[in-house]
């Protein structure tokens, strides 16, 4: 029961490089969620999507693309990475909306990124 | 001011202690309040969620949101080695998102 896979766990990038993260549900979920954990900041919400092929903007945005492609899956992309992207990224997914409280999202285990 | 606050800690308590963590939110509006709780390296995964005001018991855990003060505490009984995580509270927003606090850093000392 793999639930929400996160690829890789854990990269090394040089400023200016590019990278995609993978994140993988298999639970038919139909939002799906990319979030930054930075320490003191919380979980900051970059971009979400309510179904596939749709993407939203969250609150920290910037320096990040996303795509839809299928339901499944949900990639983050860093064009040009820069040393204020070093952070551990989270993958979430949920059956709908969270105005209800037991639909909680799923996470899965992050992905521990540094630029230098 | 963010949203939603929360002291990160770290709090350390001996085994079998009254746990209190704390939080306080600056928009009426929403109405749903959870705690998630993630261990070390690990995704956070929803604890308790609870509906506008009062209090939710399961098991060791009690929620309970203040409206009137704008304030949500996660209580946890008979605290565990177990228990050492961190403990996120959120509310929901606009849209269906989530926007959670800074996180609390828990640990029991047996």
């Known amino acids: 029961n793999a639930g929400v896979t996160q690829t890789p766990k854990f990269r090394v990038l040089k400023t200016g490089q590019s990278m995609t993260l993978l994140c993988a549900q298999d639970?038919?979920?139909?939002?799906m969620y990319w979030y930054r954990q930075d320490p003191g900041m919380g979980l900051r919400l970059i971009h979400y999507?309510?179904?596939?092929?749709?993407?939203a903007k969250g609150e920290v945005p910037d320096g990040y693309n996303v795509s839809r492609l299928k339901k499944q899956n949900f990639l983050l992309g860093l064009e040009s990475a820069a040393p204020s992207q070093t952070s551990v990224y989270f993958c979430?997914?949920?059956?709908?909306?969270?105005?209800?409280?037991?639909?909680?999202?799923?996470f899965g285990d992050g992905t521990r990124l540094s630029i230098l | 001011q963010k949203e939603v606050e929360q002291d990160p800690g770290p709090l350390s308590v001996p085994e079998g202690a009254i746990v209190s963590l704390n939080c306080t939110y600056s928009?009426?509006?929403?109405?749903?309040f959870m705690w998630y709780r993630q261990y070390s390296r690990k995704g956070p995964e929803l604890l308790m969620y609870?509906?506008?005001?009062g209090n939710k018991e399961d098991g060791r855990f009690t929620a309970q949101v203040d409206k009137s003060s704008k304030y949500i505490s996660l209580f946890i009984r008979d605290s565990q080695p177990s228990d050492s995580a961190t403990y996120l509270c959120?509310?929901?927003?606009?849209?269906?998102?989530?926007?959670f606090g800074q996180g609390t850093e828990l640990s029991v000392k047996p």
């Open positions: 999507s309510v179904g596939e092929g749709t993407t």
């Open positions: 639970m038919n979920h139909e939002y």
């Open positions: 959120a509310r929901n927003n606009q849209g269906g998102k989530l926007i």
């Open positions: 928009n009426s509006a929403f109405q749903y």
């Open positions: 979430a997914s949920s059956f709908t909306t969270q105005g209800r409280g037991n639909q909680p999202q799923h």
């Open positions: 609870t509906y506008s005001s």
